[in-house]
């Protein structure tokens, strides 16, 4: 089924050129946001495998946030190894750099750099001390100079999306700002593209104001881009999340110029095959005692985000004994937690990043200036809670214009009313509550497994607070 659809592509791409002469052909698997996700990798390996049957001159490439999301890959003895011994395995060529890259600090990224075999590119970063992250790198491709360049998403606050003390010895820029200094790459190479972690909007709008990029290898955003897309002649690509897809691209180079290019999705996690070793290799790294523990028992099935997370948020405000608690949903790595028994492995995936957990005292107009910077940063709901509900009001295009937040007891949050809140330190550095004297519990996850060890059963089925 994969090769012959993309012998299809192949062959379409081959009479688009029958005229031609001194034709070259380039092909790039591209993948992004794999999240540590290292369960795919035997069929991931597997695919490849046949790729490059087909195309055994492939570069393979990934556009960043490697890790931060699996519990073995981010809790094992050496913090992401697994996935960069597995990425060493199957031979990638180059890598950007994600936010989460940044998860361990510059120190624990340094590690990862050392045990890899390929290498990190991103033009506006700019570290302290030295470690071997170049700005672009040109690959020598059948007489062919082919440019790279490396983009990493930077925030309102002058960095990526990480926690503020993963910062330490480490600036950034605006992608925007500083492409211009690699302008000269178009120059010297027969093709230039850039492996971005800017996010899909980002990359249309760099696309629009580079077009001397011939394509753009995109993550940060979780899209997937299934069939060509060109932004002027720039082609964008994205494949997901977590490895359950990567995209082949083709480059057609005849008489000076890249006359065709295409992209195609290939499922990874429904490819029939696995690669054994590397199924071997998966399976000595999961196992460790750790993540077998069974911590509680979950009573019902949870099928989405939100109740995992108003578990989440109940915990720490039970632990801290706060009138109000909010998870910022993108701390919420799991989706869904079937009835059974839960394990340690349940709880790292649910919260990878495990924060330090904070209580301050706060004014309800504080509160609710917290919600609405958050609607600024997502789509769906600002925050997750406990003791409390959140009522959205929605314009005719479905985007929030106003939040109302009522009070377990049902009255509306007192704007000039004092209230203690339990919030992760993430929320607490991203949000300025770091202006206040707090007090500090434990980490999130150790509050999680004392929370399940006083109880044993939970029943969030259907909870919402969202409205």
């Not at 992401?80 to 120190?107: C, Q, R, W």
């Not at 330090?356 to 600002?382: H, N, R, W």
């Not at 006083?454 to 919402?464: E, L, M, P, S």
Request: net charge negative; proline share 4%; aromatic share 10%.
């Amino acid at each position: 089924m994969l090769a012959m659809a993309f012998a299809i592509l192949l062959l379409f791409a081959h009479s688009a050129n029958a005229q031609q002469t001194d034709e070259k052909v380039l092909y790039v698997v591209s993948v992004n946001d794999m999240h540590g996700n290292i369960d795919n990798f035997p069929q991931f390996a597997a695919l490849l495998d046949t790729l490059r049957k087909q195309y055994p001159d492939l570069l393979l490439i990934s556009a960043g946030d490697n890790r931060t999301g699996h519990p073995v890959n981010d809790r094992y003895p050496k913090p992401s190894y697994p996935i960069t011994k597995l990425m060493n395995e199957v031979h990638f060529d180059l890598s950007a750099l994600g936010n989460h890259e940044f998860d361990i600090g510059v120190e624990g990224l340094r590690d990862v750099i050392g045990w890899s075999d390929f290498d990190y590119v991103c033009a506006n970063v700019y570290f302290d001390d030295s470690i071997n992250v170049k700005p672009y790198k040109i690959i020598d491709y059948k007489g062919l100079k082919i440019g790279f360049v490396g983009g990493i998403q930077v925030g309102e606050n002058g960095i990526p999306d990480f926690h503020p003390n993963c910062a330490k010895g480490v600036s950034f820029k605006p992608i925007e700002e500083v492409l211009s200094e690699y302008m000269f790459l178009r120059k010297e190479c027969d093709m230039l593209f850039l492996i971005s972690h800017c996010g899909l909007e980002a990359d249309i709008e760099i696309a629009k104001k580079f077009p001397q990029f011939d394509a753009i290898f995109g993550g940060h955003s979780h899209k997937k881009i299934e069939r060509t897309k060109l932004i002027g002649n720039t082609m964008i690509t994205q494949s997901g999340k977590k490895l359950n897809y990567l995209t082949v691209s083709v480059f057609y180079f005849t008489n000076g110029k890249i006359d065709y290019k295409a992209q195609q999705v290939f499922s990874v996690k429904d490819f029939a095959k696995k690669d054994e070793r590397i199924q071997k290799m998966v399976d000595e790294f999961g196992n460790l005692d750790i993540f077998r523990k069974v911590v509680g028992h979950n009573d019902a099935d949870i099928d989405s985000k939100e109740p995992l997370g108003c578990f989440m948020a109940d915990v720490i405000r039970d632990a801290t004994k706060s009138d109000l608690a909010f998870q910022n949903p993108g701390g919420v790595r799991l989706g869904k937690l079937p009835a059974g028994e839960i394990t340690a492995k349940d709880i790292y995936t649910l919260d990878p990043f495990d924060n330090i957990i904070m209580k301050y005292k706060v004014s309800g107009q504080e509160i609710m200036d917290m919600l609405e910077m958050a609607c600024y940063k997502t789509e769906d709901f600002p925050m997750l809670c406990s003791g409390c509900s959140c009522i959205l009001h929605r314009n005719e295009y479905e985007e929030i214009e106003s939040i109302e937040l009522l009070l377990d007891n049902g009255k509306p949050l007192d704007l000039n009313a004092k209230y203690n809140i339990a919030i992760n330190s993430y929320i607490a550095s991203v949000y300025g509550f770091n202006k206040h004297k707090g007090k500090e519990f434990p980490h999130s996850c150790d509050l999680i497994f004392n929370y399940l060890e006083k109880r044993q059963h939970i029943n969030y089925a259907g909870v919402t607070r969202i409205r």
